[in-house]
């Protein structure tokens, strides 16, 4: 399983504002200018507080939303080619699957969906299954699973497809010690498959024990980006923890900066034109 | 490319509602021709449930009719009326509606009966039934006493396929009103039916209009054999006994067919 | 297209595994033959109410059914469902033909169900069934894939109780939308045009309704709709409602997700 492009996704000031209202008219701003570069066969971090935009980023990625400026790529295709998202597998965050399906019909369905060959599905499904740890559930109807199973069956159809490229928004979420515990371990499986994982999430010691390469976004953008190792020693060898904090803190502490001077040379000026009136 | 692709399919969208507003407006046009229900669906919001609500309708109405105190207070004819005029909004093809309501109000309200047969023979619903017309000349006549409007719905009926063979001697009796019933006059008008009785009927037929000519010339001869008694001016007699011989001859002429009893009128 | 039929069995299934619809199916039957127990308090005319009940219901029941269209897609848009979905090779356009293909199938069955159980009871009641009552059935398919597309187009845009209240409105009100072509009658000119061009657009379901016609040509002599109209009018609504869904289409595909 190889890829041919070294850099599974990037994007080019990659940018995306919501228009609200009943008029549209209402803008809000989620992704500014986002340049990103995922390399290839690495587990990719990507972390940042509520609102920094990183499920926006993960949607545009996928098609399911769409950019405001800017383009991007994966695996080395444009994102408006549907086809490309065969090669890839993705996990929404809290996700939800069909109700009236059981978890191995869905699986085939889904399997039926990134046509797997017919003869490969019924392996397919019980492989993934058996790597999430629910094989025992394949009857089950998904209506009757708890939170930490959806979840599980949500990691289990992001791989159905034995994708390229894995797509997790927040892979965490919802999981006992036993799921974080075998999650990490999928991760780490993919990885040596040379596959590439690129996931969301807050729960930064996890990220930090498993991300090669991380990007912390704040507010739309990206505030720090490199090999993780790298970033932690540069910063004097603290931990991820404290790393993200100081350096989420640093931005909105240049963003409120900024803010005030924006906000006091407008009254300056403001106060200067009446002067000049009078 | 797909941004073209959207442009182009937009245009599309316009072409096709403009195709499909062409298309609905080419279907109403056509659809008053097709049927009478057609011509006549209701514009009022009852989400296409009309023909079902026509029904609860007609059963309540049913209901409200056989309470007895209510139809003996002084209003109830028009209520009727408005409840009947509700109902055929919603269905305007409702017959029974029609008939047994303008039978309901006859008597009381024989004007708002002949308005509900009206509106019936405005649907178009007359095409196929005859009982319509039929019913408002016979209200015209039994309850109005108007014989010109009596004859004009019994013209209708006649001109509709399907119509009974009395429709004759009920547009003769209205004639006969018009005329006051005066017997001379009478007897000549069923005469000249008589007279022009064909087809394979034609026996039962002229045996029915003999009887009632005999009861009018009987009349007749009664009248003026008094009036000739009485009559001292030369050309008034002279009058009379024309008549009198007009009134034999016709009298003479059915006897053949006589003495068969006048068929009964149907019950409205 | 076997993405498409993937879905649309999805759909179907989703709600045709309810208990409660074949309940209710049966407690729609029973309604139909109880109509038969009304004919003294109808004056005689229970045949005729067991017909316009039958139909009635039937009507109900397809448009009640392919109303879930604007409940599915919004619930899909907020539970996430569609979400996944559409993060595999499966189009925008794949998802919504197959979800309106899935609703129509799931109100064919439920049309074909009640008009067997209908059938039943006409013959029970010796009510003499001709061909002709196809005529209805086919103006209600047709109304059928109308609102079927009017669904898919609301549940497009709108979340999930808004479009189904905008989807019955159109049920509701394009029964009767030969008002303002009456009114346009009344009209010269352009005030005549503009009202007639109106009328076209919106879905005119009054139009392929053939069940009074069927029901009075049963029980009178007058005549009902020719299979030429009937066929007209489908073609209509076939019309109407692939524009409609190529709208729903074009506004689904620029929407964020």
Redesign the interface.
């Known amino acids: 399983m190889g890829n041919d492009t070294v850099n599974v996704i990037e994007t080019q000031d990659l940018s995306k504002v919501y228009n609200g209202g009943w008029f549209r008219r209402a803008k809000a701003p989620s992704l500014d200018k986002l340049n990103l570069t995922v390399p290839a066969g690495k587990i990719f971090g990507f972390l940042g507080p509520n609102g920094a935009g990183k499920s926006t980023t993960i949607k545009i990625l996928l098609g399911l939303v769409f950019p405001s400026s800017g383009s991007a790529t994966i695996l080395g295709q444009p994102i408006t080619n549907d086809e490309i998202r065969s090669r890839i597998g993705y996990l929404p965050e809290n996700p939800a699957f069909p109700t009236h399906l059981r978890a191995g019909e869905f699986l085939r369905q889904m399997a039926k969906v990134h046509k797997v060959a017919g003869d490969e599905i019924e392996s397919r499904v019980k492989s993934c299954l058996n790597l999430v740890g629910i094989a025992d559930r394949a009857d089950s109807a998904i209506k009757e699973f708890s939170r930490g199973m959806l979840q599980r069956l949500g990691i289990a159809q992001a791989l159905v497809n034995q994708p390229e490229l894995v797509i997790l928004d927040e892979p965490l979420n919802g999981l006992d010690p036993y799921g974080r515990r075998d999650l990490k371990r999928i991760f780490l499986d993919l990885k040596a498959q040379k596959r590439t994982v690129f996931f969301s999430s807050h729960i930064l010691s996890d990220a930090e024990d498993l991300c090669d390469h991380l990007t912390i976004m704040n507010k739309g953008q990206r505030i720090a980006d490199g090999d993780t190792k790298h970033l932690l020693a540069e910063a004097g060898g603290m931990n991820l923890e404290d790393y993200f904090f100081q350096k989420v803190d640093e931005d909105n502490r240049r963003r409120f900066g900024a803010e005030m001077a924006a906000a006091s040379s407008q009254s300056i000026r403001r106060e200067a034109s009446e002067s000049a009136a009078n | 490319m797909k941004q073209q692709t959207n442009s182009a399919m937009w245009v599309l969208v316009l072409i096709g509602f403009a195709a499909t507003s062409w298309v609905a407006n080419h279907i109403y046009d056509w659809k008053n021709n097709v049927s009478p229900y057609q011509a006549n669906v209701p514009t009022q919001f009852y989400a296409g449930m009309d023909k079902f609500l026509s029904n609860v309708s007609w059963m309540t109405l049913v209901q409200w009719q056989a309470d007895d105190l209510r139809m003996k207070s002084a209003d109830a004819g028009e209520k009727l009326y408005q409840k009947l005029n509700a109902l055929t909004n919603l269905d305007p093809l409702f017959i029974d509606a029609y008939l047994d309501g303008a039978l309901s109000l006859a008597a009381s309200h024989p004007d708002q009966a002949v308005k509900l047969l009206e509106k019936a023979m405005r649907t178009g619903a007359t095409e196929s039934n005859w009982k319509i017309p039929f019913y408002a000349g016979q209200i015209r006549l039994m309850n109005s006493k108007d014989p010109d409007a009596a004859i004009n719905y019994l013209e209708m009926a006649r001109k509709i396929p399907d119509v009974p063979n009395y429709i004759e001697s009920t547009i003769l009796r209205a004639r006969c009103l018009k005329v006051n019933d005066e017997p001379v006059e009478s007897a000549k008008i069923w005469y000249e039916y008589y007279a022009h009785i064909e087809g394979p009927d034609a026996h039962s037929l002229r045996a029915t209009a003999a009887a009632q000519i005999t009861e009018y010339t009987d009349a007749a001869l009664a009248d003026l054999d008094t009036q000739l008694k009485a009559a001292t001016d030369a050309d008034k007699r002279a009058k009379l006994e024309a008549d009198k011989a007009a009134v034999m001859k016709i009298s003479k002429d059915v006897t053949g067919d006589a003495p068969v009893a006048p068929t009964s009128q149907p019950a409205i | 297209m076997?993405?498409i039929m993937?879905i649309a069995r999805?759909t179907y299934?989703?709600h045709a595994?309810s208990k409660s619809l074949y309940v209710l199916w049966i407690l729609l039957i029973i309604l139909i033959a109880s109509a038969a127990r009304?004919d003294i308090?109808?004056?005689g005319?229970s045949k005729?109410?067991i017909v316009?009940?039958g139909?009635?219901l039937t009507?109900?029941v397809a448009a009640g059914s392919v109303m879930v269209l604007g409940m599915e897609v919004p619930r899909e848009l907020r539970?996430?469902?569609a979400?996944?979905?559409?993060?595999?090779?499966?189009?925008r356009d794949q998802y919504l033909i197959g979800k309106f293909v899935g609703a129509f199938l799931f109100s064919l069955g439920n049309v074909v169900f009640i008009s067997v159980g209908f059938i039943i009871v006409m013959l029970m009641s010796d009510i003499h069934i001709t061909d002709q009552f196809l005529l209805p059935l086919i103006g209600i398919l047709g109304?059928t894939l109308i609102l079927a597309a009017t669904a898919a187009f609301f549940g497009t845009f709108l979340s999930e109780v808004p479009a189904v209240i905008a989807t019955f409105l159109v049920?509701?009100?394009g029964?009767?939308t030969?008002?303002i072509?009456?009114m346009a009658d009344r009209m010269n000119g352009a005030g005549h045009l503009v009202l007639?061009?109106i009328?076209?657009?919106l879905p005119?379901?009054?139009?392929l309704?053939?069940?009074?016609?069927f029901?009075?040509?049963m029980f009178?002599?007058?005549?009902?709709?020719?299979w030429s109209?009937a066929g007209?009018?489908v073609?209509?609504a076939v019309?109407?409602a692939?524009?409609m869904f190529?709208?729903a289409?074009?506004v689904f595909?620029?929407r964020?997700?």
């Open positions: 076997e993405n993937a999805s299934w989703r595994k009304y308090l109808s004056l005319r005729v109410l316009d009940l139909l009635a009507a109900l539970q996430r469902i979400e996944n979905l559409l993060s595999k090779p499966v189009g109304m049920f509701w009100l029964h009767s030969q008002a072509a009456h007639r061009a009328y076209g657009l005119n379901l009054n139009l309704n053939t069940r009074g016609d029901s009075q040509s009178s002599s007058a005549r009902g709709v020719p109209y007209l009018s073609a209509y019309l109407y692939t524009v190529v709208t289409m074009l595909r620029r964020d997700l």
